[in-house]
């Protein structure tokens, strides 16, 4: 039987925890035998030396792409540094050749600067997005996934989503039994719920240069379960309801529906994750007309259900 190959890309300056990742779950015997081999690569074939001034010694160099089943990217030191070209070919015709290629994390910008997902599906952390979106524009960047495969590229959200995507990958070549016994051993789930939209921190403005519009933010914010109507809030300002809407879209950069329901999910998650409030009342704490409002406007917010998220981050 072929042991599938995985070349693993040392990077200068590397994380050890990403290269950790993909080595250790390729490394792993559920069965007491390999299911992959596993080789260290770097573009001279020498030594790299990590973030905490570490060292280890790579396996090869670009050669072992020659022949790797999976070539692995997991992260990138500097997103405004491009590859080196010859690694960038060695990818390029690893993946003619029917190789898998792998970005873990930022190594999605490898696989972009390379020109590998130009029109295809991608991911990466999100605390990128802005910034792939505006270099690569022929990409199309999945900003809730924790992975994506397109046409035999694969890349992932940040951090731990990278053992999402090498589970992924495993259950891909050797079925789920395979994939649930190495996630029992790593003491993680073999699939988790949702994507980066539960993590992504998006605040929403406490205070703006319009000091009538922050009175009212105030007020807002310490009776979010009331009805409010445009007109009424226009009026309580002397305004007619045209200036006050466009008042407060250029105070906060949102219009007041939008501003309210992100206020109100807010402060769900509060109650969600200190609190045993049945679902059913917080929808009612936070001025959700109907239960299942709430949960159609947090599962759209977040991609998770009420439910999904107090099980993550709740107090136990």
Not at 259 to 274: T, V
Request: hydrophobic share 40%; proline share 5%; charged share 20%.
């Amino acid at each position: 039987m072929h042991i599938p190959s995985v070349a693993i890309l040392l990077y200068p300056s590397f994380s050890l925890f990403h290269i950790a990742v993909p080595q250790t779950v390729f490394s792993l015997m559920p069965e007491g035998k390999p299911l992959f081999d596993v080789k260290l690569f770097s573009t001279d074939g020498g030594s790299q030396q990590a973030e905490n001034c570490m060292v280890v010694q790579a396996d090869g160099g670009i050669e072992l792409l020659e022949s790797a089943d999976i070539v692995i990217i997991p992260g990138w030191h500097d997103l405004d540094c491009e590859p080196a070209p010859h690694l960038e070919q060695a990818l390029i015709k690893a993946y003619e050749r029917g190789a898998k290629v792998v970005g873990l994390c930022y190594g999605a910008y490898v696989l972009a600067y390379s020109g590998l997902l130009n029109q295809k599906e991608a991911a990466t952390h999100w605390m990128a997005e802005e910034d792939f979106n505006h270099r690569f524009t022929q990409v199309k960047l999945n900003t809730n996934a924790l992975y994506v495969e397109s046409e035999r590229v694969v890349t992932s959200a940040g951090t731990a989503a990278a053992l999402d995507c090498c589970l992924y990958i495993v259950r891909s070549q050797y079925g789920t039994k395979i994939a649930n016994q190495m996630a029992r051993i790593l003491v993680v789930p073999p699939h988790r719920e949702g994507g980066q939209a539960q993590f992504i921190a998006q605040p929403i403005p406490k205070s703006t240069q319009n000091a009538e519009i922050n009175r009212l933010l105030d007020d807002l914010r310490g009776n979010i379960a009331k009805d409010y109507s445009i007109t009424e809030l226009a009026e309580k300002l002397c305004m007619s309801r045209r200036t006050f809407t466009r008042h407060f879209n250029k105070a906060t950069g949102m219009s007041f529906r939008k501003w309210l329901i992100n206020e109100r999910l807010a402060h769900s998650l509060e109650l969600l994750e200190n609190s045993s409030v049945p679902v059913e009342r917080v929808a009612e704490m936070i001025g959700f007309q109907t239960p299942t409002s709430f949960r159609q406007h947090f599962n759209h917010r977040f991609h998770v259900t009420p439910s999904a998220w107090r099980k993550t981050f709740g107090q136990r």
